[in-house]
C-alpha cells in the first residue's frame, strides 16, 4: 500500500483553481521537507513546491513559474500535505507528485526542489488544464 497518496486532480479551465491532498498517514520515517513535483509528457519532473520543518516555522519554497499561485501547507495532525493552484495556465498540466524526504537547513534554494533530494513518493494525480 503506497505511503503517499495525491488526490485532488482533474481538469479544470485556465484561471481556475485546484487544490491537491498528499496523504501522508502512513508514512512512517522521517523527513525534513514534503515536496510537490510535476511532469508533463515528453518532460522531467520538476520540482512545483516544497514545505519543510523548521524550529521557527515551516519554510516553503516556489519554482518560479508558480509563485503568487500556488500556495503549500501541511497539517500535522492530519500528517496531510496541501497544494492550492490558483490561477491555472495550460502550462500547468501534468501529473503531479508528493515527495517526502528533502535536504536539511542550510541548502540553496533549489535543493528543496530538487526531485533528487527526496525518497518516497506518491503515484501522482493528474491535472489537466485547458484554454
Known amino acids: 500500500q503506497a505511503q503517499l497518496m495525491e488526490s485532488g486532480g482533474g481538469p479544470v479551465q485556465a484561471g481556475g483553481s485546484l487544490r491537491l491532498s498528499c496523504d501522508a498517514s502512513?508514512?512512517?520515517?522521517?523527513?525534513?521537507?514534503m515536496g510537490w513535483f510535476r511532469q508533463a509528457p515528453g518532460s522531467e519532473r520538476e520540482g512545483v513546491a516544497s514545505?519543510?520543518?523548521?524550529?521557527?516555522?515551516?519554510?516553503?519554497y516556489y519554482a518560479d513559474s508558480v509563485k503568487g499561485r500556488f500556495t503549500t501547507s501541511q497539517s500535522y495532525a492530519e500528517n496531510k500535505v496541501y497544494l492550492q493552484m490558483d490561477n491555472l495556465k495550460p502550462a500547468d498540466t501534468g501529473s503531479y507528485y508528493c515527495?517526502?524526504?528533502?535536504?536539511?537547513?542550510?541548502?540553496?534554494?533549489?535543493?528543496?526542489?530538487?526531485?533528487?533530494?527526496?525518497?518516497?513518493w506518491g503515484q501522482g494525480t493528474q491535472v489537466t488544464v485547458s484554454d
Open positions: 515527495a517526502a524526504g528533502g535536504p536539511g537547513s542550510g541548502r540553496s534554494y533549489g535543493d528543496y526542489l530538487n526531485r533528487s533530494e527526496y525518497t518516497y
Open positions: 502512513r508514512y512512517t520515517y522521517s523527513r525534513n521537507c
Open positions: 514545505i519543510c520543518t523548521a524550529l521557527g516555522g515551516d519554510r516553503v
